[in-house]
């Protein structure tokens, strides 16, 4: 009795000990909890062989030690000879297990998620533990919890599974607690474009998707991370039926971008309609005024595999009050270079025009030129979806260069 003391007295201390190898097999038992047994006889074995005992004497001994360790498991040594001894576990009794989760109540589309995650948890850990006899976690507990904290890395990132084990209509029921780990999405940060909608309509999508992604605030960003591709897809859902993108039959294409700052960036563009607003100042030169424009298009099919829009603008000079108005035809060449032609009044004028449109920052150029020789153009930056900056140019003016500052609304 008192060398198996001293062997069980080794053996629960072996989790401090150094890694042995794998000096003697153990086998009849699923590969986790054969690992963690492995890891307890190497450790009784090196002892053993060192103490000075028989190879028998020892090997009778491993068998002891092993049959009063391993519980749930009847135990046969196997002596190999000269080699080492290996172990072949045999499960006494076996009962079903079934699984049940406590987890936190999400809304949808969330909930709908966790409910896929938690059943394939489910599934692998009644897997790992089919044929597993319950009284083996009294033993196996760090290895049980070593793989439990392995498929929740794996299949529910971001998120912690605490287990309770009990007897339950004639089975095991393993209860699992699941409960979020940090960091935790804080705040999100969305951001719409759009080059055929003003930006008012846009700053009121933007507010109702905040409303739309408060669901989200507070959960695991691994877990929103894993599911990008089904959060991409409910964010732009959550846009698609609003009122201003259906009504304009608008496209939307959308990125999400987990984080405790969660950012969304979307671009929203009409198949049908082309609506800006703006307000434009000049710099650097006499002569000019402040200026509001409008632009109302509508996209048509002319010409097959041209995009094309019939449009008016208007410019009101912000000083004198004078109106400006032109209706214009152009086609979309290849993108993002446009040509067109419009009619001017009271000028009654026709000029031709180049657009080359810029992204939602960054470069774009545009040029008019008339029937009567006059011509105008302008080299931009666009700073951001609202403000950009112009080098313009107009042979109308004595001074013909200028600086312009444009606010898109």
Request: glycine share 8%; aromatic share 10%; hydrophobic share 45%.
């Amino acid at each position: 009795m008192a060398a198996v003391t001293v062997a069980l007295a080794l053996l629960f201390s072996s989790s401090v000990l150094p890694a042995l190898g794998s000096e003697i097999k153990v086998s009849g038992a699923p590969l986790w909890i054969s690992a963690a047994a492995e890891r307890a006889v190497d450790a009784v074995w090196s002892e053993l062989s060192r103490s000075g005992l028989s190879r028998s004497r020892a090997v009778d001994t491993l068998g002891l030690v092993s049959g009063r360790l391993f519980n749930g498991y009847d135990v046969e040594v196997v002596k190999n000879g000269r080699s080492n001894p290996s172990i072949i576990l045999s499960a006494k009794k076996v009962l079903s297990w079934q699984v049940e989760f406590l987890s936190p109540e999400l809304k949808e589309p969330f909930s709908l998620w966790m409910a896929d995650d938690l059943q394939s948890v489910k599934l692998e850990m009644l897997g790992k533990l089919s044929g597993v006899p319950y009284q083996a976690l009294t033993w196996g507990d760090d290895a049980f919890r070593a793989e439990l904290r392995s498929v929740m890395e794996d299949r529910m990132p971001g998120w912690r599974g605490g287990a309770v084990v009990r007897l339950k209509d004639g089975g095991v029921l393993l209860e699992l607690t699941v409960t979020p780990e940090p960091p935790y999405v804080l705040a999100t940060d969305p951001a719409i474009y759009s080059g055929t909608l003003p930006n008012i309509l846009m700053d009121r999508l933007k507010e109702s998707l905040l409303k739309d992604l408060s669901p989200v605030m507070g959960l695991p960003v691994s877990w929103i991370e894993s599911h990008g591709e089904a959060l991409d897809l409910w964010a732009k859902a959550m846009i698609e039926k609003r009122n201003t993108v259906s009504n304009s039959r608008s496209d939307v294409s959308l990125s999400v971008v987990p984080s405790q700052i969660t950012k969304v960036d979307a671009l929203v563009e009409s198949r049908r309609y082309v609506l800006r607003a703006w307000l434009a100042a000049q710099a650097g030169a006499n002569g000019r005024s402040p200026e509001l424009g409008l632009h109302l298009g509508r996209f048509v099919k002319l010409v097959p595999r041209w995009e094309s829009e019939l449009y008016g603008e208007f410019l009101v000079d912000l000083e004198n009050w004078s109106l400006e108005s032109r209706m214009g035809l152009r086609w979309g060449l290849v993108d993002p270079v446009w040509i067109g032609v419009e009619y001017v009044d009271p000028d009654d004028e026709l000029w031709y025009r180049l657009w080359v449109r810029g992204n939602r920052k960054g470069p774009y150029f545009w040029c008019r030129y008339s029937e009567n020789d006059e011509s105008q153009l302008a080299l931009g930056y666009r700073i951001n979806q609202v403000v950009s900056v112009e080098i313009n140019y107009d042979d109308s003016y004595d001074d013909r260069w200028s600086l312009r500052a444009v606010g898109d609304l």
